[in-house]
């Protein structure tokens, strides 16, 4: 039996690098009937295998790992060192200094290894898809593997790779565009039609979806279940910091930039977006690297003007709330738009 078919509810909480998916808020969702996902992005291997034991102390329900993949795309430099000379006076400011931009590929051959020698229940990808030999070998260790698609014909290449499930995330998520290359803007609801209609695997719906009527939407489009992110960053397991917490909790417009990481990102709309984004470069995980003392300097001083604060288009529907309850309110407000959709249908004929 699969994961997703195991699962009381059909919920899965999206991995959020950065900080907030806890441990706690893992282990909270998967005791709940869903599925939690720790995110190892941007933590050393160390740290992985430490938050892995520490969902094991709290739950034995099946849990998620999700992994970086490296990119291999062409960095501009030269565009790299100009952002910088445009961002430097703004970090003076703080009392810091920007941060080197350097490459990297966010040790993924040595969390590939640490997830190979001692195997969770799902390992799920993004930035691109993973080769056929990660995807055999993961599961020859007993963990499905899940591929994330941004694009239609993404889907039947993971297929091909040999894939469990396929989350296909719309332009409506929080939160970093999964795919590669990051340039689509593809709405949930028109791409989850047109990777069903070329895709057999399980599908996981991501972007957008807060709360059940949104979820009832996606699972009536072809979902087996719904990844929802935005939705858990205010319950108290999460460890979204305070500013995280009110932008999330704000009527707030949100919008697509790559001014923070160099990589398109979805985020409660700012200053920093308005002033950079026309011509922050291309070139993950550099421009990571360059921006995050400026980042964390504005979150030390308490700034929603210049830090990222990651957010879905619909995160004024999150509500402060305890993971499992989450859980439960927006499957069975889910069922109930169901319920409501199928008593109406009945007048139809």
Avoid at 52 to 69: C, E, K
Wanted: charged share 20%.
């Amino acid at each position: 039996m699969s994961v997703l078919s195991a699962l009381r509810h059909p919920i899965v909480a999206a991995p959020m690098a950065g900080g907030p998916s806890t441990p706690a808020l893992v282990a909270a969702v998967s005791g709940a009937g869903g599925l939690g996902f720790l995110a190892a992005g941007m933590i050393d291997t160390g740290r992985l295998a430490e938050d892995i034991a520490a969902v094991r102390a709290r739950t034995d329900r099946p849990f998620g790992v999700n992994v970086f993949l490296p990119d291999p795309g062409d960095v501009d430099d030269a565009a790299i060192r100009a952002y910088a000379e445009r961002l430097a006076p703004q970090a003076a400011e703080r009392g810091v200094r920007l941060g080197d931009p350097v490459g990297g590929d966010d040790a993924y051959p040595q969390k590939l290894a640490a997830l190979l020698a001692d195997p969770v229940p799902v390992v799920s990808f993004v930035f691109g898809l993973p080769d056929r030999a990660a995807v055999a070998a993961l599961r020859e260790r007993g963990t499905e593997v899940w591929a994330t698609v941004t694009r239609p014909d993404a889907a039947p290449a993971a297929v091909e790779r040999g894939v469990d499930a396929v989350v296909v995330q719309g332009t409506e998520a929080g939160g970093h565009r999964a795919g590669r290359p990051d340039d689509d803007d593809y709405a949930l609801l028109p791409l989850l039609r047109l990777v069903a209609a070329r895709c057999d695997r399980p599908l996981v719906a991501a972007g957008g979806l807060v709360d059940g009527p949104a979820v009832a939407a996606a699972l009536t489009a072809g979902a087996a279940a719904a990844q929802l992110g935005t939705a858990f960053l205010r319950c108290p397991e999460a460890g979204s910091s305070a500013l995280h917490r009110a932008a999330v909790a704000s009527a707030a417009p949100t919008a697509l930039t790559r001014s923070f990481t160099g990589r398109r990102a979805r985020g409660v709309a700012n200053d920093f977006i308005r002033q950079h984004d026309a011509v922050a470069p291309r070139g993950y995980p550099q421009v990571l690297h360059l921006t995050r003392p400026l980042l964390a300097a504005a979150r030390r001083d308490g700034d929603a003007s210049v830090a990222n604060l990651w957010a879905g288009q619909a995160h004024p529907l999150a509500r402060e709330l305890p993971a499992a309850e989450v859980v439960a309110q927006v499957s069975l407000g889910a069922r109930a738009a169901l319920a409501a959709v199928a008593e109406r249908s009945r007048r139809w004929g």
